[in-house]
């Protein structure tokens, strides 16, 4: 069940607001993004707030003209979780699940804006999130995620970007236990995670969003897997919700990378997605994900700590360390009750270790 308390960053345990307990892993985030109707411009955002370890930390990138620039500003949180701000970026909760804001104030390197997102559905509820290494979790977090509208405005550099009719992306807020921070000094008897099958998939069409996650394991079982179709509304309880118990999906590999060239999604009941990515490639290293120095609750020291950084097109192709973990933009075709809809949306990425039923083999072999 969720509730408007579930958009603020106080949870305790993966379970919503009202369970509390304490984990030194546990964590609470925000994450953002968004694109133009043409797919010229995509940007992306998270505040992640990590209790046991005293830290929150924040992070902005725009994807303009075939370069990725990232702003990254990390402090010590003293235990307050109601303060929405790191340094230059700054979140205010306006309607709770449903309207927020993204501030990012000038500071010394070429990104700024104010940017407004408009919910389309009520959240997602996704299936808890539970994994185990041996006898040690390795994660167990709950996630909500929605699609809506941009308004507002960016800047990168000289260049100013108003936000307007079109825009759309997608939001999520999670909350649980994951690896955050240092990583442990004694790393479980099996040895630490050598294999990580993930898909996300939110689309945006004209009435409707999708969305179809899977995590497998190395012989392509789901261990937590979700597709759904919701139709643009506000409530949770008007049935504009469908949801889709036998998924699967199929991939073709751009030759000599683990990233995807095409990918279709058989929902059932007449319901088939295609995704094609058009070539648009975002690090999520600029948001901190398996970044070296910039990773999710590392401690950079008393005093607010900023940095902003540049990724080309180059940076970001597969092979460099900084770009395992993508966002790739989509053109996607929803055939549903014999319509095809046409749209936009993100197709993320992260494989590592085999996945039998794609033909992945070794740690990072490339895809045959």
Do not use: K
């Amino acid at each position: 069940m969720l509730t408007r308390g579930d958009d603020y960053p106080l949870h305790q345990t993966s379970d919503p607001i009202a369970f509390a307990g304490t984990d030194r892993n546990f964590y609470d985030r925000y994450f953002f993004n968004g694109y133009s109707p043409d797919g010229s411009v995509f940007f992306a955002a998270a505040m992640g707030f990590y209790p046991q370890l005293g830290i929150v930390d924040a992070s902005f990138g725009v994807l303009l003209d075939g370069v990725q620039y990232n702003l990254r500003a990390s402090r010590r949180s003293a235990g307050e979780r109601l303060n929405l701000s790191v340094g230059p970026i700054a979140l205010d909760i306006d309607i709770p699940l449903q309207v927020l804001t993204l501030h990012i104030a000038p500071n010394d390197g070429p990104l700024e804006g104010e940017l407004r997102f408009m919910n389309r559905h009520f959240p997602i509820l996704e299936p808890r999130f539970i994994r185990r290494n041996g006898t040690r979790m390795f994660m167990d977090y709950t996630r909500m995620t929605q699609n809506g509208s941009w308004s507002g405005w960016l800047s990168v550099g000289a260049e100013r970007i108003e936000l307007g009719d079109g825009w759309r992306g997608t939001r999520d807020r999670s909350w649980g236990v994951r690896p955050v921070g240092a990583s442990e000094p004694q790393p479980p008897p099996e040895g630490n995670f050598t294999q990580f099958f993930w898909l996300w998939t939110p689309c945006n069409f004209a009435d409707r969003s999708l969305f179809f996650h899977s995590n497998d394991d190395g012989a392509g079982a789901a261990w937590n897997r979700r597709s759904v179709i919701a139709g643009d509304s506000e409530s949770s309880e008007d049935g504009t919700e469908r949801h889709f118990a036998d998924a699967g999906f199929a991939i073709r590999w751009t030759p000599g990378t683990r990233r995807i060239a095409r990918m279709t999604v058989e929902l059932g009941h007449g319901c088939a997605l295609t995704l094609t990515p058009s070539g648009a490639i975002f690090a999520m290293s600029g948001l901190g994900y398996t970044h070296p120095v910039w990773g999710h609750g590392l401690d950079h020291g008393p005093d607010l700590a900023v940095a902003h950084d540049q990724l080309t097109e180059a940076e970001r192709g597969w092979g460099d360390p900084l770009a395992m973990h993508i966002q790739a933009l989509v053109t996607a075709e929803l055939v549903d009750g014999g319509i095809t809809h046409r749209g936009l949306g993100v197709l993320e990425q992260l494989f590592v270790g085999p996945h039998a039923p794609t033909g992945l083999r070794g740690l990072m072999d490339p895809a045959p």
